[in-house]
């Protein structure tokens, strides 16, 4: 019995172990980026193809981010109390203080959206990022069509949520979760090892 006991609390340690190794290698600081930079891509053309109203007008270039950009997005969405981030790119232009509209085929009647923009010195460093530096901007949308009001350019997603509604809710961090997942499999692993000095005293 005492060796059925020693060999579930080892078996039970060593799943947890893998579990904590599964989740370490699926959170968001190791992404596998293909596929979603190549949706990312295609979302920045098919904007920059429908055009984009930047101040009655004036110049701009749309430009392609990262899948890492979505999941910062993502990240501060949720610890904001917004929700899905349905994309992200560069929009750029020499305008400031003006109405940007663009089409976004993605749009869907009855929900309401913002425009998540990264204001941080430098975005393209990544030493210099800012997981704060955020402002969220307030959005009319028409059918496929979502305007805002821009002070300057960098980094926008198209995040799911209202602008009144984004609350400064603190999301765990995975790091947390995966520390705490260590933290039981190390009081698992002393469980087994008791149990089998245990088994050899009483031979």
Same mark, same amino acid.
């Given at each position: 019995?005492?060796?059925?006991?020693?060999?579930? +609390?080892?078996?039970?340690?060593?799943?947890?172990?893998?579990?904590?190794?599964?989740?370490? *290698?699926?959170?968001?600081? +190791?992404?596998?980026?293909?596929? *979603?930079?190549?949706?990312?891509?295609?979302?920045?053309?098919?904007?920059?193809?429908?055009?984009?109203?930047?101040?009655?007008?004036?110049?701009?270039?749309?430009?392609?981010?990262?899948?890492?950009?979505?999941?910062?997005?993502?990240?501060?969405?949720? =610890?904001?109390?917004?929700?899905?981030?349905?994309?992200?790119?560069?929009?750029?232009?020499? =305008?400031?203080?003006?109405?940007?509209?663009?089409?976004?085929?993605?749009?869907?009647?009855?929900?309401?959206?913002?425009?998540?923009?990264?204001?941080? =010195?430098?975005?393209?460093?990544?030493?210099?990022?800012?997981?704060?530096?955020?402002?969220?901007?307030?959005?009319?949308?028409?059918?496929?069509?979502?305007?805002?009001?821009?002070?300057?350019?960098?980094?926008?997603?198209?995040?799911?949520?209202?602008?009144?509604?984004?609350?400064?809710?603190? +999301?765990?961090?995975?790091?947390?979760?995966?520390?705490?997942? =260590?933290?039981?499999?190390?009081?698992?692993?002393?469980? *087994?090892?008791?149990?089998?000095?245990?088994?050899?005293?009483?031979?």
């Amino acid at each position: 019995m005492k060796k059925l006991i020693r060999s579930i +609390a080892i078996t039970l340690a060593a799943v947890l172990v893998f579990g904590m190794t599964v989740c370490a *290698a699926g959170s968001p600081s +190791a992404p596998t980026a293909s596929a *979603a930079d190549t949706a990312l891509a295609a979302q920045a053309q098919q904007i920059a193809n429908d055009g984009v109203n930047v101040g009655n007008g004036q110049s701009y270039k749309i430009g392609n981010l990262s899948e890492k950009w979505l999941i910062r997005m993502q990240r501060y969405a949720d =610890a904001h109390g917004l929700g899905k981030v349905l994309t992200c790119f560069d929009l750029s232009s020499s =305008a400031t203080n003006v109405d940007v509209t663009l089409r976004f085929n993605d749009l869907s009647e009855g929900k309401s959206y913002v425009f998540l923009h990264y204001i941080g =010195a430098d975005w393209q460093d990544d030493s210099k990022y800012d997981e704060n530096a955020y402002e969220v901007i307030s959005t009319k949308v028409n059918g496929k069509f979502i305007s805002g009001f821009f002070t300057k350019f960098s980094p926008v997603g198209i995040v799911e949520g209202s602008a009144s509604a984004a609350s400064a809710v603190v +999301a765990p961090k995975t790091g947390e979760i995966i520390a705490l997942s =260590a933290i039981m499999a190390l009081i698992m692993i002393a469980g *087994a090892v008791v149990c089998a000095k245990k088994a050899r005293l009483q031979k």
